[in-house]
């Protein structure tokens, strides 16, 4: 599947399953010429196709006429630039996932997946102003080996050596802040003693 394709493939994904709605949010996918396929600036997910997915180079230039890209294209280049390792990139405003963004909590490892997928626990990466590529330089620094951070203020990134892989990071980082939630409620959610944690990362966990 091409990059375009998959980026339009994820972001229909993302928006089905509510990690994002209307246009907030966006979806990178980078190929092995570097070539880089990501979502337009104001299109909503229900009218996306795939003429709409933008393919820039490594500084965010469009290699073709057509849409504008994402107004966050600097936070995603930023991260391709470091990390060469990473391939594909999701940046949603999941409702829980942003809660704990706007209380500036990182999510605790509760859940055997946070660890087997995202890595450890999801910390927040200071607020930077939406569209800048400093909000790329804190995300990578609250990133560091895992798969999955939160943008204070402001949502989660989730980064992958696949596209595929960002977006499983971006649905279990919803999923683990709405399942601590809803423990709260019934009590004290228990973290996992950290050695499991270990166990499960090593088992389970890659990039
Ligand atoms: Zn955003």
Redesign the pocket.
């Known amino acids: 599947m091409d990059t375009r394709t998959q980026v339009l493939t994820i972001s229909k994904r993302i928006y089905s399953t509510r990690l994002v709605i209307a246009s907030?949010?966006n979806v990178s996918c980078r190929d092995a010429s570097g070539m880089i396929a990501i979502t337009p600036s104001g299109v909503d997910y229900e009218e996306l196709s795939v003429k709409d997915i933008v393919t820039i180079d490594i500084d965010g230039t469009p290699t073709q006429k057509g849409r504008i890209p994402s107004s966050?294209t600097p936070m995603h280049t930023l991260v391709y630039r470091e990390r060469p390792d990473i391939m594909g990139i999701v940046?949603t405003?999941s409702l829980s996932a942003s809660a704990f963004s706007v209380a500036n909590q990182e999510i605790p490892v509760e859940m055997v997946e946070v660890a087997a997928h995202v890595g450890g626990s999801i910390h927040v990466a200071p607020y930077r102003p939406?569209g800048t590529k400093e909000l790329g330089e804190v995300a990578l620094n609250a990133l560091k080996t895992r798969r999955a951070c939160l943008l204070q203020n402001?949502?989660v990134l989730a980064v992958g050596t696949t596209l595929e892989k960002a977006y499983k990071a971006a649905a279990i980082t919803e999923i683990a802040a709405r399942i601590h939630i809803l423990a709260s409620v019934l009590g004290r959610p228990g973290e996992l003693p950290e050695d499991e944690v270990k166990k499960v990362r090593d088992l389970y966990f890659t990039l």
């Open positions: 907030l949010g966050e940046h405003h939406p402001h949502g």
